[in-house]
């Protein structure tokens, strides 16, 4: 909004000096469109050229991030990307400069062409100063700055760890009171340490004085005799044998270490691998269900209550109740609408009786884990065996029905649901009547699925007797 307000001052200027009126009047009856569109051009330039003079616009932005580049000297953290925006400010301020003078000279050779230089007076005198490209105190661009600081960082770091290691092997040898190695090191850390940084003159003084002590100590005390050939023999070889175990523990506790390491990402590893494999499995359930659910949001109705009663028979009773409510949600005004309703409330059920049949038997099987006494005696035991025998009988006559549905559901063509629905029917009114007296429950559901399969089956087809065939 501003540098509209000032193109637009800028153009009153133009078009207010009385020494051009009669030559404006002129151009526009020449040309009225092209002359205001040169005069805008040059207000814009006008406008570019007063930003460069008041150092406003992308020149101030050069100017400000120069400056906080030189600033940033001794931020180490920050002075790299600060320097970097610096240099980014110069470059679009060049590239404005460099733009400002391409159109200048655009505008100045069409306006000799329209014969129009009369109305753009200022224009030719107009020379946009360069931007700023160096740091306010010195001569140098962003990055030469940046180049140098960075090597006088990297010098000042080499001297820090020289000197470290100056220091550590002079107190080592003021320490094992070996003067004849202590004497030349303080020479050395005077030389090229001690100057540098106040810590460094303390330690020297702190050297100095500990070694006068002790060549004072050195001058007093008589040399200890040396020992003899034998005793010096001995000290030698037990000096050795320790240094050998010394080795030998270092050795194996490296072995130790490296067997931890080994057997630790082993572990590491095979978590890794059994945590991928159970993401896998959840992810193929996940596309799985997410498929099943898109499948349901696409079947037509007769399709959606054919697959329920398959996968009710197939006691995959969850499923069955995903296919019916899809069914009841989708098609509320069906007539197949209320027989799914009522069969998802049979499913219900038996999921409900299911997890209580479930539950007494886990308190059965802590009783027995318990050792909880028995009653009835032998005859317990004969009625025990008679119940798992029709139970096992139960799951043979389900097991057989399955087997025949999917032979039968395979016979079937994939767009015949009248046949479909009848050999449901067919199946689920057998099973309802053979787990009668083992499994009533099941009998039950089996009942309901049968009518409900017989109920679409009668609803489909043209000819209902197709559906008990």
């Excluded at 460099?98 to 100045?108: E, F, G, P, Y």
């Excluded at 020379?127 to 600081?149: D, G, H, I, Q």
Aim: neutral net charge.
């Amino acid at each position: 909004m501003l540098r509209t307000s000032l193109t637009m001052l800028a153009l009153l200027a133009v078009l207010s000096d009385p020494a051009l009126a009669a030559d404006t009047k002129a151009g526009a009856r020449a040309n009225p469109a092209r002359r205001a569109e040169l005069i805008a051009m040059t207000g814009m330039l006008q406008q570019e050229f007063d930003d460069a003079r008041t150092r406003s616009g992308v020149f101030g932005e050069a100017g400000r991030n120069l400056t906080h580049c030189e600033n940033a000297k001794d931020n180490l953290a920050q002075r790299r990307r600060t320097c970097e925006e610096a240099k980014a400010s110069v470059e679009r301020c060049n590239a404005l400069v460099d733009s400002w003078n391409q159109r200048k000279a655009t505008v100045l050779k069409e306006a000799e062409a329209e014969n129009m230089l009369n109305l753009i007076p200022a224009l030719p005198r107009m020379v946009l100063r360069a931007c700023p490209y160096t740091l306010p105190n010195s001569f140098k661009s962003p990055m030469e700055a940046l180049a140098e600081w960075e090597g006088e960082s990297q010098g000042h770091e080499r001297m820090v760890s020289n000197c470290d290691g100056i220091r550590r092997n002079l107190f080592a040898a003021i320490d094992n009171e070996r003067l004849d190695q202590a004497k030349p090191l303080l020479s050395q850390f005077r030389a090229s340490c001690s100057r540098e940084l106040q810590t460094y003159d303390e330690l020297e003084q702190l050297a100095a004085s500990r070694m006068a002590a002790l060549e004072t100590t050195a001058s007093t005390v008589q040399p200890p005799a040396r020992p003899q050939p034998e005793i010096a023999e001995l000290l030698d070889a037990s000096i050795d044998k320790a240094e050998r175990a010394a080795r030998l523990r270092e050795a194996e506790e490296a072995r130790l270490q490296a067997l931890s390491d080994e057997k630790t990402r082993k572990e590491t590893a095979q978590r890794e691998a059994a945590q991928a494999e159970r993401q896998e499995a959840q992810s193929k359930q996940e596309k799985a269900r997410q498929a099943f659910k898109d499948s349901l949001a696409t079947m037509p109705v007769g399709q959606l209550y054919a697959l329920a009663d398959e996968l009710g028979a197939q006691g995959k009773l969850a499923e069955a109740r995903e296919a019916l409510r899809s069914l009841v949600l989708r098609f509320p005004d069906h007539s197949l609408a209320p027989a799914a309703a009522k069969q998802m409330q049979t499913i219900a059920e038996a999921q409900q009786a299911a997890g209580e049949r479930t539950a007494e038997g886990e308190a059965g099987a802590g009783n027995s884990n318990g050792k909880a006494p028995r009653q009835g005696g032998g005859g317990a035991g004969k009625g025990g065996a008679g119940a798992d025998n029709a139970q096992a009988e139960c799951a043979r006559i389900e097991k057989e029905a399955e087997d025949d549905l999917e032979r039968r559901s395979n016979a079937v063509a994939p767009n015949d649901n009248v046949g479909r629905m009848a050999v449901i029917y067919g199946m689920a009114n057998r099973m309802s009547t053979a787990l009668r007296s083992c499994n009533p429950g099941k009998a039950d559901a089996y009942a309901q699925t049968a009518a409900g399969a017989l109920a679409t089956c009668r609803a489909l087809a043209s000819d209902a007797s197709k559906c008990t065939q």
